[in-house]
Every structure is written in structure tokens, then in C-alpha cells.
């Protein structure tokens, strides 16, 4: 199974210029933890992400309204993505390597879809090989819930 597959496809997105209020109006509409920072006219090239835990500490080290935070004071920079051809198991290893619950689809730079450890989990229910992907699961979610040196769960 690819990830191109899997993914949820074009998810919506803010830019860097976007106020920290845009972000927590699509997490709460699209039902998502995880928001893809794009620019280019319309050519959705990936600039970052915030997630909803990049929000919960920005928001705890300031005091600051998120009206007044611009999307590119909070975003992180340093992007886990795949191709929309990989294979499910090249995205869960990026998901363990990078110990993230979510990982970007993404096409020459450019934004195709999200695909998180849910998505991985409905696969594995509905496929034959059930067992090998939810093992594949299983092991994605003991990675990304490791604590690192310097980083607290």
C-alpha cells in the first residue's frame, strides 16, 4: 500500500503571514492536530507545520493573544515528508525516526496530503495483512511516545 493511498488528500492549509487564530480555526473545523504551512500562489509549496502542540507551548511562553502571533513565529521548519509513492512502511519509519504522529505527502515541494497514525491504524484494520501493518502501527506509536533526552511526554 502507497502513501498516496492512505493520505488525506489536499488538507487546508495557512501561511507563514497568517495569524496564529487562522490555525486554531482549521484545527477545530477540520477536526486536525496538525496545520501545513504553505506559500506560492497557489503552488502549495511546504514551509512548515504547526501543530497543536507547537500552539499549547508558544501560547504557555507568551502572553500574547493568538491574533497578535504570526503563523511564522510558531511553525516548525523542519519537515517530515514522503512521496505519494511510498510505500507504508517507509512512512511509518519516517513517523518512528522522527518520533512525529503525522507525516506530509508531498510531490517536488508541493502539498498532496497528511497522513497520521490513525490513518495507519484504519489501514491496518480494513487490510488482508492486517497483522503486519498493525504491528507496523504498533510500533510507530511506542517510537513516537519514546522520551528523548531533553524533550518531556
Excluded: F, Y
Amino acid at each position: 500500500m502507497q502513501a498516496k493511498d492512505l493520505m488525506t488528500p489536499d488538507p487546508t492549509t495557512c501561511s507563514p503571514s497568517d495569524d496564529l487564530k487562522s490555525v486554531i480555526e482549521v484545527m477545530r473545523e477540520e477536526d486536525c492536530g496538525i496545520v501545513p504551512i504553505t506559500e506560492g500562489n497557489g503552488e502549495n509549496r511546504v514551509v512548515g507545520v504547526v501543530t497543536d502542540r507547537d500552539i499549547a507551548l508558544h501560547l504557555g511562553e507568551t502572553d500574547q493573544a493568538p491574533s497578535e502571533i504570526q503563523v511564522s513565529e510558531v511553525m516548525t521548519t523542519n519537515i517530515v515528508a514522503c512521496e505519494p509513492d511510498a510505500e507504508v512502511h517507509e512512512v511509518s519509519r519516517k513517523m518512528q525516526e522522527a518520533q512525529v504522529r503525522r507525516v506530509l505527502i508531498t510531490e517536488g515541494g508541493r502539498l498532496k496530503g497528511v497522513i497520521s497514525t490513525a490513518d495507519l491504524a484504519r489501514a491496518s484494520s480494513s487490510r488482508s495483512d492486517k497483522d503486519q501493518v498493525g504491528n507496523e502501527v504498533e510500533r510507530v506509536m511506542e517510537k513516537v511516545s519514546e522520551e528523548t533526552p531533553g524533550k518531556r511526554a
